[in-house]
């Protein structure tokens, strides 16, 4: 089994140090890992935010665990050459088309939800984002116009692009309690008539998934009227983006959501797989200790599972952590004054405890 960690940028080294701590803990025979640089420490060391050798080991490995890419030093960098360049290549070199994004509310946690308590205590959504396509990908540029400088993000879809994550999004449905929300834009988007239009299509072939349509703005009000209704919600690049943000907003704090992104290669154990939190490298906090670094750690038992079939180890690290959340040992991020090391000693105490 070969994990490669990268860390990156920001609050990425800090967060990604515990749930290293986590790893050498379980104690896993026959584990390999290697460690890479990516992001602006990868720019600043090797003139890439994502040098070939960091590439060729991310490739080489079972999988990935990722920290965060983004350094305001790099801002005025060419577009080629800045942090966040680093994760959309991994994502597409490494034919990763699936980002699965959990949220579930915490016992204990309700407090710090941005929903009342009653409604916080219900969420338990799973968000399939498209990572392959959409603006992010699309043609994009620059150019003069009447009003001044004029920018344009082209997006797009494909029928092939759509199928392939509606796959995913009624299989993860099928094991969760069987209901999909495809959410787009299909009254102003072309695209997302695409969209709309094949995932009814690739829907006939999961008769037992209860599939239902919303646009992106009702979607985005639902969450946080009644996230309860939700099971799996299946979007795009862009729309996905948000609603995760939003999600994890309902739950307590994004310092708390993992994702997992995947592509359709097969290792020995599982799927391979690039594991990383949902949050950015947050440079307003970097360096002071201030991080959570729950979404770490929950990222490396998303990938224990997925990639390394190591469903025990990431039942056990879950369980941990939903007691450690639930107790008094909060991150400033949960009105709390516990540092990113002592969150970390919380959990490894909790998994002493479970074992
Ligand atoms: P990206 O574009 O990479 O997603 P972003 O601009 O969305 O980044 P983040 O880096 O995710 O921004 O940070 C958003 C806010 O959340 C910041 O105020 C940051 O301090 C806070 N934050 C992010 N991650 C954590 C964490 N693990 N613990 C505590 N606070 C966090
Ligand atoms: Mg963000």
Not at 175 to 195: C, M
Request: a negative charge; one cysteine or more.
């Amino acid at each position: 089994m070969k994990i490669a960690i990268l860390p990156g940028d920001g609050i990425g080294p800090e967060v990604t140090e515990q749930a290293r701590r986590v790893l050498d803990a379980l104690d896993l025979p026959k584990l390999t890992i290697w460690e890479g640089d990516v992001g602006g420490i990868a720019y600043k060391r090797h003139g890439h935010p994502l040098p070939q050798e960091t590439l060729e080991m991310a490739r080489a490995a079972d999988a990935v665990l990722f920290g965060a890419v983004g350094d305001p030093d790099c801002d005025d960098l060419p577009r080629e050459h800045r942090p966040e360049q680093a994760i959309l290549g991994l994502r597409s070199e490494l034919g990763l088309f699936a980002n699965l994004r959990p949220a579930a509310g915490y016992p204990g946690l309700e407090d710090m939800s941005s929903l009342r308590p009653e409604i916080a205590r219900g969420i338990d959504l799973l968000v399939v984002r498209e990572l392959n396509g959409d603006v992010y990908f699309g043609d994009k540029g620059e150019r003069s116009s009447d009003g001044g400088r004029e920018g344009w993000d082209a997006m797009s879809y494909n029928e092939a692009e759509v199928r392939r994550i509606a796959h995913t999004g009624f299989q993860a449905a099928q094991k969760r309690r069987g209901r999909l929300t495809s959410v787009d834009k299909a009254n102003v988007l072309e695209t997302s008539r695409i969209w709309r239009e094949t995932v009814i299509e690739v829907a006939k072939e999961y008769p037992d998934v209860e599939l239902d349509h919303m646009y992106v703005d009702n979607a985005a009000m639902q969450m946080v009227r009644s996230p309860g209704q939700f099971d799996v919600i299946l979007t795009g690049n862009l729309f996905g983006d948000i609603l995760s943000d939003q999600a994890s907003a309902c739950v307590g704090s994004i310092g708390l959501l993992a994702s997992a992104s995947m592509g359709e290669r097969q290792t020995d154990f599982g799927t391979f797989g690039l594991y990383e939190p949902i949050h950015g490298s947050a440079p307003d906090i970097a360096g002071q200790g201030k991080a959570n670094p729950i979404a770490a750690i929950l990222s490396l038992a998303m990938l224990l599972r997925h990639s390394l079939g190591r469903e025990n180890e990431a039942g056990r690290i879950e369980r941990a952590v939903a007691k450690v959340v639930a107790s008094d040992v909060r991150g400033a991020d949960l009105g709390g004054t516990a540092s990113t090391s002592e969150i970390g000693d919380a959990v490894l105490r909790q998994m002493t405890a479970l074992a």
